[in-house]
C-alpha cells in the first residue's frame, strides 16, 4: 500500500496518491477515490493474521459389552455386511442382501452404545410407507412394484457418532455497499468498500455421524434430524426382535465429517445477517476454534430395504422415529421413451394450438 | 433552378378532397393504366388516413442528393396536409437504383425509424425484381400500417409489424417448445425416482439461543464514484434534418 513515504497506492485504480496532512482522508487524482489510509492499513494487518481451525475432541472412555449380555455379531458370507443381534439365533438373514448370516462370536469387548432411540414406526408403517412411494412413478417397472419383497424391511439400529462442541467463530469479510442517484444527464454510482467483522460463539449439539461402514453417509445424512429428547440409556433388551449394525468407523474417523458440517454451519451463522446489510459480500477469513468437544455412541432406528435389480441394489430407508424415508428406484427405460414421445408430441400441438389462437386474434 | 415539369397542387385542409396528383411518374416507369392504379391507391390511402401519401420517380436529382431532393421537392410543391404539413413522399431513382422517404409534420413521428426500415425491407424485394408497380402498391399499404399504428396512440416497433401465421416456422416452434417440455415433464418424473440427498450442514443441531456475538464492527475502506449517461426515456426514435426551405423532415433511403 506505501510505497514511500507519504506516498500511496490507490486501491481502487493503483494510481500513486500523495497524502498531505491537512486532507484528512485521501482521494485519488485519477479516479475521484477517497479512502482512509489509517483503516487500509489496519485491515491489511488483520488479513494478514494466520489462524488455522482448530477442532479439539475429548477422548471420551466407553464402556464395553461384556459377555453375560449375549451380543452376538453375525458376517454376511455374500456382502461382507456385520450385524449385531442379541441371542445367538442359528440363521437369520442378511439385512443388506438377503443372504444366510454366519455367527461370529460373542461381541463382548466391543463398544457399548450409550443411548439408544427406540423404534417409533411399527413395520406395517414402513411398509405402507413404502407402498405409497411406489404409487405416483409411472416409470417404475412393473415386475419391480409387483415383486412381493416388502416383507423384507428390516428394522435396524445403525450406529452413531454424536458431537456436542463449544464454537467461537472469528469471521472476516470484504464488503461492498452501492447507492446510486439520476443527477442532470448522468446517472452516479458511489460504491463504499469494507472489511467486516463478526466474532462470537455458538453450541451445536449431537451432531450426528453415522458409524457404519455398510450404510452410505448420504443415505442416512438424508433420514436425519432424530428427536434426541427421546433417547433412552441403552440396553440390550431394546435389540429383540431387530438388527443391530456393528459400528466399524472410528470416532476419529467420524470425526472430518462433523467438523465440516459444524464449520458450514457456523460460517454461515455468522454469515448470514450480513448478506442483507451489504451488496457484495466475500468472505476473506473464516477461523473456527472449538472447546468442550465431546462425542458419545447411540443406536438409531432404521427401517430398511435393499432390492436387487438390473445389476444394482436400490435402498429404501427410512428414519424409524420421524417415519421420514428416502429411497432410490429403478426407472424402466421402455416407459420412459414412451413418455418422452408422448408427452413431446402432447405438448408441441399444445404450443402449436396456443400460437394459432394468438395469431387469430392477433 | 428549372421546374417547369413541377404540377402547381392545391392544399387542402379539410373536405372536399382533391385531386392532386400523387404519384408523379417523371421517369416513366409505368403505363398510364398502372399509374392510375398507383395515383388512386395512393389518393384513397392519403384521403382516409389524412396524411399525403407521395410517389416520385426521377432519372436524376438535378445536382441534389436524394434526400435534399426528396425534402425539396415535398416543400416546394406544396404537399402535407393540415397546419404541419403531414405527409411521406417515396423518391425513387431507377438510374441510381436509389430511393429515399421524406417526411413531414405529423408522419416524422409516424414513421420513426423502425417505421423507415420497414418500408425499406418491404419495397426493396420488389424494386430490386423490377416490379415498381408492386414496390409503390407496397410501399402505400405498409404505409398505412404504420399510420393505423401511430392513430392508434403507439409508437411504432419493429417486431410489431403485422406479421401473418407463418405455418412451417410456428410448427418448428412449437415442436422444440414442446420437445423441451417432455423432457422437462420425464425429467421431474425421474427425479421423483431418488430423493437422497447428503446435508452438508449442522442446522438441525444448533442449540437454542447459544448464539454470543461479542464483536460485530465495519471498517470503512475506500469509496469510488462512477457515472453512466442516462439516455433519455423515448418511444421509438425518429432521425430528423433541416431541408433547403428551412423546414424540418424525417425519413430514411437507400439503394438496391
Same mark, same amino acid.
Given at each position: ?8 497506492? #490507490?486501491? @481502487? &485504480? $493503483? +494510481?500513486? !496518491?500523495?497524502? =498531505? ?6 482521494? /485519488? *487524482? %485519477? ?44 458376517? #454376511?458370507? @455374500? &456382502? $461382507? +455386511?456385520? !450385524?449385531?443381534? =442379541? ?6 438373514? /442378511? *439385512? %443388506? ?266 | ?256
Amino acid at each position: 500500500m506505501e510505497l514511500e513515504d507519504n506516498v500511496f497506492q #490507490c486501491p @481502487s &485504480c $493503483g +494510481g500513486d !496518491v500523495e497524502y =498531505s496532512p491537512e486532507q484528512g482522508n485521501l482521494k /485519488c *487524482p %485519477y479516479c475521484d477515490t477517497e479512502f482512509d489510509i489509517d483503516a487500509l492499513k489496519a485491515a491489511e494487518e488483520i488479513l494478514k493474521r494466520e489462524n488455522r481451525d482448530e477442532f479439539k475432541w475429548e477422548d471420551s472412555s466407553f464402556p464395553c459389552y461384556d459377555e453375560e449380555e449375549g451380543v452376538y455379531s453375525y458376517r #454376511c458370507s @455374500s &456382502c $461382507g +455386511g456385520e !450385524v449385531v443381534l =442379541s441371542g445367538s439365533e442359528i440363521s437369520t438373514f /442378511c *439385512p %443388506y442382501c438377503g443372504e444366510n448370516l454366519i455367527c461370529s462370536g460373542n461381541i463382548s469387548g466391543a463398544l457399548k452404545p450409550d443411548f439408544i432411540i427406540p423404534f417409533k414406526i411399527t413395520k406395517e408403517e414402513a411398509k405402507k410407507a413404502l407402498v405409497d412411494y411406489y404409487k405416483d412413478k409411472p416409470l417404475l417397472p412393473d415386475d419391480f412394484s409387483n415383486r412381493n419383497h416388502i416383507d423384507e424391511i428390516r428394522g435396524i439400529y445403525v450406529p452413531f457418532w454424536l458431537f456436542d462442541a463449544e464454537c467461537e467463530e472469528k469471521l472476516c469479510c470484504r464488503a461492498h455497499r452501492t447507492t446510486s442517484w439520476p443527477q442532470g444527464d448522468y446517472i452516479y454510482t458511489t460504491t463504499s468498500y469494507y472489511l467486516v467483522r463478526r466474532e462470537g460463539s455458538v453450541t451445536l449439539e449431537r451432531v450426528p455421524v453415522d458409524g457404519s461402514e455398510t450404510m452410505p453417509d448420504e443415505l442416512m445424512e438424508s433420514i436425519e434430524p432424530f428427536d434426541f429428547s427421546e433417547a433412552v440409556d441403552y440396553k440390550t433388551a431394546y435389540l429383540a426382535g431387530f438388527y443391530a449394525s456393528k459400528y466399524d468407523v472410528e470416532a476419529s474417523s467420524s470425526e472430518e465429517r462433523a467438523n465440516e458440517r459444524i464449520k458450514k454451519t457456523t460460517e454461515d451463522l455468522f454469515l448470514f445477517p450480513l448478506r442483507a446489510r451489504y451488496q457484495g459480500l466475500s468472505v476473506a477469513s473464516s477461523f473456527l476454534e472449538m472447546k468442550n468437544g465431546r462425542r458419545r455412541y447411540v443406536l438409531y432406528p432404521v427401517w430398511l430395504l435393499n432390492t436387487r435389480y438390473g445389476g444394482r441394489t436400490y435402498t429404501f430407508a427410512m428414519n424409524g422415529q420421524t417415519g421420514r424415508f428416502v429411497g432410490e428406484v429403478p426407472v424402466d427405460e421402455k416407459k420412459e421413451k414412451k413418455r418422452l414421445v408422448l408427452s413431446s408430441a402432447l405438448f408441441s400441438s399444445l404450443f402449436f394450438l396456443f400460437f394459432f389462437l394468438i395469431s387469430l386474434i392477433g | 433552378m428549372k421546374r417547369s415539369y413541377l404540377v402547381l397542387l392545391m392544399l387542402l385542409l379539410v373536405l372536399p378532397l382533391s385531386a392532386r396528383t400523387l404519384f408523379m411518374d417523371q421517369a416513366g416507369l409505368l403505363d398510364e393504366a398502372d399509374s392510375d392504379v398507383v395515383q388512386q391507391s395512393l389518393m384513397s390511402l392519403s384521403n382516409r388516413e389524412g396524411m399525403d401519401v407521395v410517389v416520385v420517380t426521377t432519372n436524376s436529382y438535378g445536382g441534389k442528393d436524394s434526400r435534399s431532393y426528396a425534402d425539396d421537392f415535398f416543400d416546394y410543391n406544396g404537399y402535407g396536409r393540415g397546419v404541419d404539413r403531414d405527409g411521406i413522399l417515396l423518391v425513387h431513382n431507377p438510374v441510381a437504383r436509389e430511393y429515399y422517404f421524406s417526411t413531414s409534420g405529423h408522419a416524422i413521428e409516424a414513421f420513426n425509424d423502425d417505421a423507415i426500415d420497414y418500408l425499406e425491407e418491404g419495397i426493396t424485394p420488389f424494386l430490386r425484381s423490377g416490379d415498381y408497380k408492386g414496390a409503390y402498391l407496397k410501399f402505400a399499404s405498409l404505409a398505412e400500417n404504420v399510420m393505423e399504428i401511430y392513430y392508434s396512440g403507439e409508437a411504432f416497433r419493429r417486431e410489431e409489424g403485422p406479421g401473418g401465421f407463418f405455418f412451417p416456422a410456428w410448427l418448428l416452434v412449437s415442436l422444440v417448445l414442446g420437445c423441451v417440455s417432455g423432457w422437462f415433464y420425464v425429467s421431474t418424473l425421474k427425479r421423483r425416482h431418488r430423493n437422497v440427498s447428503s446435508r452438508s450442514d449442522a442446522d438441525d443441531y444448533l442449540k437454542k439461543n447459544s448464539m454470543d456475538i461479542v464483536r460485530d464492527e465495519e471498517i470503512f475502506l475506500y469509496r469510488t464514484v462512477s457515472r453512466v449517461y442516462r439516455p433519455r426515456n423515448n418511444n421509438g426514435t425518429s432521425s430528423t434534418h433541416v431541408s433547403s426551405s428551412g423546414r424540418t423532415h424525417g425519413g430514411g433511403g437507400g439503394r438496391y
